[in-house]
């Protein structure tokens, strides 16, 4: 199994910025790619950022620019740097990892965080 446990999430200001983490818990799995989703009240979830195993990323529009993704992977951990920041950047953020079993390619499956909260204020 995969646990991935979100931290970093908390109230900052119109401009500010934030780190947050998303430390993996995956004991005898390979992760694949780990990216960074959000919620906001009303809203449905959307992609944020994306790392691929290579170090490959991709961006939402609406953060190109002030956001970047990283990996740690020796210690299988995600980070996102967000920098001046929004209030419409507020939401729930989830940490998502694709994980498999060494030489199980195929049998990969989708792992999520409960969530992390960032809100800013105007």
């Known amino acids: 199994q995969v646990h991935l446990e979100e931290s970093g999430g908390r109230l900052v200001q119109f401009g500010g910025s934030l780190r947050l983490s998303c430390a993996a818990s995956a004991r005898d799995f390979v992760i694949d790619r780990m990216a960074w989703y959000r919620q906001a009240p009303g809203k449905e979830r959307e992609l944020v950022a994306l790392i691929q195993e290579s170090g490959s990323t991709t961006y939402a529009d609406s953060v190109k620019g002030r956001f970047t993704i990283s990996k740690d992977n020796a210690r299988n951990t995600a980070y996102l740097d967000m920098n001046n920041l929004r209030p419409e950047d507020t939401a729930d953020y989830y940490c998502?990892?694709?994980?498999?079993?060494?030489?199980?390619?195929?049998?990969?499956?989708?792992?999520w965080g409960r969530g992390t909260q960032v809100i800013v204020s105007a």
């Open positions: 998502f990892a694709v994980a498999y079993e060494p030489g199980w390619y195929q049998n990969r499956r989708n792992y």
